[in-house]
């Protein structure tokens, strides 16, 4: 978002009184009870009625019949994707997701986002709050501009240095987030898929890129899109940022505005240098009217209060769905697998009959989470003993090459969350094979029943299971693990988590003793 930065504070004095530290305990205590604000009346009009202006975008939506759908795999067309599609806004950009980063990536979005505002088009941003810790200037900053609404979803009472207690101390509340992600423009395009903003989701990153997948979705199923941005903007928990602290904000800056445009400079392809904006937009539409598939596509989406009262995920009523069932083969990338409650069961009932299972998921070389693969690391040898091919990414290798887009030596990991169900059903969305997606998050997903597009994921999806950008599991005569895979041409098999040593496995057993797995 608007560039901000954090100053830190190094404490003069290494010892403090009893009374004082008792004190600033009680603080935090206090403050961590703070409780988020409750909105009665969030109607901000920033129109009365949007404008009914032909755009280019419309009029591809109504040059066809249904829903049209492109494939973003690369990591670069997906920023460039998003950058142009806001380019054409001319009526709306509805924009919902887990995090935004402030790096460069996050400012060039934050650029196009303010000029689609200078030139009337109205903005509605939607974030979850839950990684967004000293960010309300910026966003209040974006909040001020006339055509910009700013509202953070299920925001923390405390907004300062208590906010970690405060989420302790409410965590039966705090720990229900919205992981949705959507990019709509003027309510007939939409991006959906698994990527946040932020430059390691671009492969932008200079040591660390995810692999990820999104899609382009027009018409019919882009409305649907907007059906559920306007489900969570008008939820209970979708609060106005200028209400979490009651601050108002201020327009951005000259300073500001010319450190996004810089960013913005910076994330130009070599292809557009010399080309005027306006031409590099038009020839990217031409090319995505060749490429849109126009076929049946469909959005499931959670409910935005979901609980005790509407516990049942929307995506484990989908897997239940005997229309949705697998039969044949099911190819699945999540980033994050723990199958524990109904999901191994699931999965050793479809083996049983008869359907050819293949997982990718991170590595102990590749995963962001280490305390989500200490909890994985026991499902590892229950998934192989009931038949499923298991795939864990190498942090490094072909695949960790084919991310980079900066000259580094990056690695890689995988963020992707979709599946390929008998070769026809497509999924592209935001859930991970996780008790925390199937139980806390909010999710969201795009199903494509299509079997063209189902061959151009498995596709995609085969350059990560192949063996220079993947280890292969399996089970030796003894039933231990071993891993297959290849590094610099070479064939390796090792006995121990790829990249590991004895440290790491002692700290995930030691992780595995807290009863936080159902929270992850």
């Known amino acids: 978002m608007v560039g901000d930065s954090q100053g830190m504070h190094r404490l003069t004095s290494p010892v403090l009184p009893c009374r004082s530290i008792i004190g600033i305990v009680l603080l935090v205590v206090l403050a961590g009870c703070a409780a988020a604000p409750r909105v009665a009346d969030k109607q901000r009009a920033l129109f009365d009625e949007l404008p009914t202006q032909p755009s280019p975008l ?64 109205r903005v509605r941003i939607l974030l979850d709050d839950i990684y967004h810790s000293g960010r309300d200037s910026s966003y209040q900053t974006l909040d001020a501009h006339p055509n910009v609404e700013v509202r953070l979803f299920n925001p923390m009472g405390n907004r300062g240095a208590a906010k970690t207690g405060n989420y302790a101390l409410n965590k039966s509340t705090l720990n229900y987030r919205m992981h949705n992600k959507i990019f709509l423009v003027d309510g007939v395009a939409a991006i959906m898929g698994g990527r946040n903003i932020g430059d390691e989701y671009f492969g932008y990153d200079s040591s660390f890129n995810f692999q990820d997948m999104d899609a ?27 209400a979490v602290d009651g601050k108002e904000g201020q327009p951005a800056s000259d300073a500001q505005l010319q450190q996004l445009a810089v960013a913005r400079e910076r994330m130009r392809p070599g292809s557009e240098n010399g080309q ?43 897997a239940q769905d005997p229309d949705s069932r697998p039969t ?102 935001s859930y991970n094979m996780d008790p925390r997606s199937r139980v806390w998050n909010s999710e969201i997903a795009l199903v494509v029943d299509d079997r063209e597009f189902a061959a151009e994921v498995l596709e995609e999806m085969d350059r990560d299971f192949a063996p220079a950008a993947a280890w292969r599991l399996s089970l030796d005569d003894a039933g231990d693990l071993v891993w297959t895979g290849t590094v610099n041409g070479d064939t390796v098999r090792l006995d121990k988590d790829p990249g590991s040593s004895w440290w790491d496995r002692f700290l995930w057993s030691i992780m595995r003793v807290l009863p936080f797995e159902n929270e992850l």
């Not at 649907?224 to 106005?240: C, M, R, S, T, V």
């Not at 020839?283 to 935005?304: G, H, K, N, S």
Request: net charge negative.
């Open 328 to 429: 044949e083969s099911l190819v699945i990338q999540t980033a994050y697998l723990i199958p524990n409650g109904p999901t191994m069961d699931n999965l050793r009932g479809l083996t049983s009959a008869g359907v050819a299972i293949r997982i990718l998921t991170n590595s102990a070389g590749s995963t962001n989470h280490n305390s989500v693969h200490a909890y994985y690391a026991p499902y590892r040898k229950p998934l192989l003993a009931a038949g499923i091919d298991l795939y864990e990414v190498q942090g490094s290798g072909s695949l960790a090459a084919y991310l980079d887009r900066v000259g580094e030596d990056a690695h890689a990991g995988l963020h992707t969350k979709a599946m390929v169900v008998d070769q026809r059903v497509a999924v592209i969305g």
């Open 216 to 242: 382009i979705a027009l018409g019919e199923v882009a409305g649907e899109a907007g059906a559920a941005f306007d489900l969570f903007w008008n939820a209970d928990l979708a609060i106005p940022v200028s």
């Open 276 to 318: 005027e904006p306006g031409m590099a937009t038009q020839a990217w539409l031409e090319q995505l009217t060749e490429e849109l598939r126009w076929t049946r596509a469909r959005v499931i989406v959670d409910r935005p209060d979901r609980g005790s009262e509407y516990p049942d995920s929307a995506f484990t009523v989908f």
């Open 58 to 121: 419309t009029e591809l939506a109504a040059s066809h019949q249904g829903s049209g759908v492109a494939l973003l795999a690369d990591p670069a067309e997906a920023l460039q994707s998003r950058l142009q599609l806001a380019a054409l806004a001319t009526t709306s950009l509805d924009l919902q997701y887990y995090l935004w980063q402030g790096d460069d990536s996050g400012m060039a979005l934050t650029h196009e986002v303010l000029t689609a505002a200078d030139r009337g088009v």
